[in-house]
């Protein structure tokens, strides 16, 4: 067993350790840094695979910045965990389900890769100079830019969506501030100096 | 064999790198409290060694023999478990710095890329301390500081694009090299308002005055860090200082030109080298230290206002106009 492939054993059961967790562990700001723990061992992974692009978005993106706003989120949130442990066992049986043909699915994918396809299993090995982060460019502005393009618009889209149904009109007594007059504040709109005659000594 | 060989070259290369840092670092705490000193027309720690020099080392003596204090509400593992994460991404980060040419313990193609996801790695430190504490101060100064560096990272990351569109690399070294020319070639020129962004984003991401309300002294006592002590303190602190170093590499690196001289193509004085480096980080160390004397702390809202409203669309108007000035070959730069 070559170092790599002790590496890739060891990053896979933490990974799969982590996922468990993040669906049994009971308190839910553990959960979410169980699945912080699980997207950086997937971030691992792929970095075993050379994809070191796609590694390290994957750590700049999820793990740096949209976990951050979930946990910060679950650490506000005040939830009573009793009732959410109540429909465990009337779920039960959907959830399991759902959960075996996603195994079957998986499965299947894997036994017709072998069957058909077993080259696929074999890391294409790259010359020395070969830059993943060029390439995977070259790819995204060429061959496919419309659909690169196009899923930026639908981001664009849904962000001021977003936007547009959190602004909500607060009540006019609010008070607010607008920094550009206080910046034009003179001191002579605020201060009048008096002069006064000294008080004599006693 | 030879991986025993290669892994002792990495471990002796990692370490050549972490123990002057860490040394820095100590150092950097005793100029930072001599320098605030003589700009508040005080002396400054002078007791300990000749004119005060070893008190860093008293002061690290002193914090790991101190007690570590768990509070009794907190979560045991988070609560450890939190200085090391805020100290761990300060340290990798230092991976793909070019100290010369050819002198970098990784040389990654995606150097940028690494650093920006691992800069943006120290916030859970924060996070996980102000949570596993179980102290409402603590608590208040982790969700501030959330806010706040994911915040600031936004326009840091479009600053870095800046860098990224002028140099047309994401690897540390060829930003560098691209740089090649003296003084008025280094990027701080045309990438003005993005190096003045940079910087003071950087300032904000490591939590430094003007920009401490996370630790907020007169509000939340010292933020996330209140129940902390001894070495897990320690630890916070090392981390934090390791940041402000690492921000200043990264800005000597990104726009003034890393170990480049400022005089190229006058003998001697043009010779590239490591002191060059050196002395750009001194500057910006410097500078971090003459903020805290000299700004009163930001408002939280008014921190909120400048990273929003100011920053990243000044970002956003700058890589347009950078992109029209590559278009156009603008300059020695983009010719």
Do not use: C
């Not at chain 1, 465990?88 to 058909?116: C, T």
């Not at chain 1, 889209?157 to 008070?175: D, F, H, S, Y």
């Not at chain 2, 509070?71 to 478990?81: K, T, V, W």
């Not at chain 2, 996070?127 to 600031?152: E, H």
Request: net charge positive.
């Amino acid at each position: 067993m070559g170092f790599e492939k002790f590496l890739f054993y060891v990053f896979a059961i933490v990974l799969i350790f982590a996922a468990v967790r993040v669906i049994t562990v009971r308190n839910s700001v553990h959960a979410a840094l169980f699945l912080v723990l699980a997207f950086f061992n997937s971030a691992a992974l792929w970095m075993l695979l050379q994809a070191e692009f796609l590694a390290i978005t994957l750590v700049l993106v999820y793990v740096g910045a949209v976990m951050v706003l979930f946990l910060f989120v679950v650490m506000m949130l005040d939830i009573n965990l009793a009732p959410l442990r109540e429909g465990f066992i009337k779920y039960l049986p959907v959830g399991a389900a759902v959960g075996l043909i996603i195994v079957v699915e998986m499965g299947l994918v894997e036994v017709h890769s072998r069957l058909f396809a077993a080259e696929q299993y074999h890391l294409i090995q790259q010359p020395a100079g070969y830059s993943n982060t060029k390439v995977l460019g070259e790819a995204l502005y060429t061959v496919y830019v419309y659909p690169f393009e196009i899923a930026a618009v639908i981001l664009l889209v849904a962000i001021i969506a977003a936007i547009a149904l959190t602004m909500r009109k607060r009540p006019e007594t609010t008070k607010y501030q607008d920094p550009a007059q206080q910046v034009l504040v003179k001191r002579g709109d605020r201060i009048r100096l008096v002069k006064m005659p000294a008080e004599k000594k006693l | 064999m030879e991986t025993i060989l290669t892994l002792t070259l990495i471990l002796a290369k990692i370490v050549a790198i972490v123990a002057p840092l860490m040394l820095a670092v100590a150092y950097l705490t005793y100029a930072e409290r001599k320098i605030i000193g003589y700009m508040q027309v005080r002396i400054g720690p002078n007791r300990v060694g000749p004119k005060g020099w070893l008190q860093p080392i008293a002061d690290a003596v002193k914090l790991m023999v101190k007690e570590i204090i768990i509070p009794s509400g907190a979560n045991r593992f988070l609560f450890i478990l939190a200085p090391i994460l805020s100290i761990g991404p300060a340290l990798a980060a230092w991976a793909v710095i070019p100290f010369g040419k050819g002198m970098v313990l990784a040389n990654l193609d995606a150097g940028l890329l690494y650093l920006l996801a691992l800069t943006s790695l120290g916030v859970y430190g924060v996070i996980i301390s102000g949570w596993a504490s179980n102290s409402k101060y603590a608590f208040l100064g982790a969700m501030r500081s959330a806010a706040q560096i994911v915040s600031y990272e936004i326009a840091m990351g479009f600053a870095l694009v800046g860098v990224l569109m002028a140099a047309g690399s994401l690897n540390l070294q060829d930003i560098v090299l691209k740089q090649q020319g003296g003084l008025l070639h280094w990027f701080w020129l045309p990438l003005l308002p993005l190096f003045v962004v940079y910087f003071i984003a950087g300032v904000a991401e490591t939590n430094r005055a003007p920009f401490d309300v996370a630790e907020g002294e007169s509000e939340i006592v010292a933020g996330f860090h209140v129940e902390y002590s001894g070495m897990t303190f320690a630890v916070f602190f090392l981390a934090e200082y390791a940041n402000m170093v690492l921000i200043s590499a990264l800005a000597s690196t990104l726009f003034l030109g890393g170990w480049l001289s400022p005089f190229e193509g006058i003998p001697v004085l043009g010779e590239p080298g490591l002191i060059w480096f050196v002395l750009k980080m001194a500057i910006f160390l410097f500078l971090f230290l003459w903020f805290r004397a000299t700004f009163p702390r930001y408002r939280y809202d008014q921190i909120m206002r400048l990273g929003w409203k100011v920053f990243i669309p000044v970002t956003l108007v700058w890589i347009g106009v950078l992109g029209l000035a590559i278009l156009f070959r603008v300059g020695p730069w983009f010719a």
